[in-house]
């Protein structure tokens, strides 16, 4: 079969038996609220003006939404158990939804601060419940289902900052309200969806033992985890960290309007559209240890020229060859979903995960502060370093993805 042919018969099977229309109205959802996270960065000078934030500040406006996103992963798989994804779904929905009215309306700093963390609230509870109830939808098609819905997530954080960067000449507010209707429309659409029976499973006693928790820690602590957990909390937090402050540095150190700076940073996340699929295809072939150095390399060398370039067609080229980072998740989950043992790979991953995120979302604030003090291209510099120390320490991960081979 030729590749279009082959194209074809894989929409036709996600289509199939009325499927396609959920699986379509999910990825919706998701790349609406990944892009609206990544709304904020391009907002940022102009909220920093209106109330009068700092730095140190206007990064931790950015943490709290990465903090509350890490806290409330878990919760959301134990609600989605019990309630159903659907419930789970349209929760996150009018969460978000309520969230933005808050900030857009928030007539001081500290009711903007309460808002943003909702919004981080919000978009916690959808992942777990998209990821479960396509697994219900696509038992054989798992992965392709959730490529699809990866892909949207990445549109979103491509096209709505670039329509944010635009929309905030008028008012940085209607760069955060044009988003509410659309969320509305995906709220009704995932309330009419058709889903299988969920199949509601209350955890046993012995599911939440002691015992169980102490012998899931005790698994996450070998080495290899251990490696892949620092790479992984690594990448998080430079990603949240240069994502954050990306916009602003270029509008207040390299010069650039508010609608330039936004469509470089929706460059970033287009080219992770096609960086994502090519790094699982590189992991596939020749592993962690050569695939992820790879990567990675790109970063260090693209934070490391930051500073000393101008104008917009390098710092475009610039942008391009610091996204390959973007593969690095695709990878190092990839890696851990076929290293934890099985019978603890949800509860696993999921651990990772959250600790992971919630140490990277210290990120942003830590950056804030050095670029308060006039340091921006010394911050880019440092990332640059830690990037670096990072793809050294994957040549210490084993050739085998099995435990037992280190």
Known sequence: MNVSGTIRHEASALWADGKGKALITIALGWGLLNGTRMIYPVLLP?????????????????????????????????????????????????IVTFALLVVVLAPTASLLFVGTALVGLGLSLYPVARITVLSELYPDRIGRALGVTMATGDTGQTLL????????????QIGLAFIIPLLGVVGLLL????????????????????????????????????????????????????????????????????????????????????????????????????????????????????????????????????STMLGSGAITQSYLSETIPPEIEGTGLGAIRSGASLLGSMGPVLFGAVAERGLFD????????????????????????ALDAT
């Open 46 to 94: 102009a909220i920093s003006t209106e109330y009068d934030l700092t730095l140190t500040a206007a990064g931790f406006l950015v943490t709290l939404i990465w903090v509350s996103y890490a806290i409330g992963q878990v919760p959301g798989g134990v609600l989605a158990d019990r309630y159903g994804e659907r419930t789970v779904l349209l929760a996150s929905v009018a």
């Open 191 to 322: 309330a009419r969806m058709s889903l299988p029976a969920t199949t509601q499973t209350q955890r046993s006693n012995d599911d939440l033992s002691l015992q169980r928790l102490t012998y899931v820690l005790g698994e996450l602590r070998h080495p290899t985890l251990l490696t892949v957990g620092v790479l992984l909390f690594v990448y998080i937090g430079v990603l949240q960290t240069f994502s954050a402050f990306y916009p602003t540095y270029l509008i207040n150190v390299k010069g650039f309007s508010p609608a330039a700076a936004s469509a470089l940073f929706s460059v970033f996340f287009a080219v992770g559209i096609v960086a994502k699929p090519l790094a699982g295809v590189a992991y596939d072939a020749i592993g962690i240890r050569r695939s992820l150095p790879i990567v990675l390399g790109g970063a260090v060398v693209g934070f490391a020229l930051l500073p000393v370039l101008s104008g917009f067609w390098p710092l475009a080229l610039d942008t391009i060859l610091i």
């Open 161 to 172: 900052p670039l329509a944010a960067g635009v929309l905030v000449v008028g008012a940085w």
């Open 378 to 401: 010394t911050g880019y510099l440092l990332l640059a370093v830690l990037m670096g120390l990072v793809t050294l320490l994957t040549l210490r991960l084993p050739h085998d993805r």
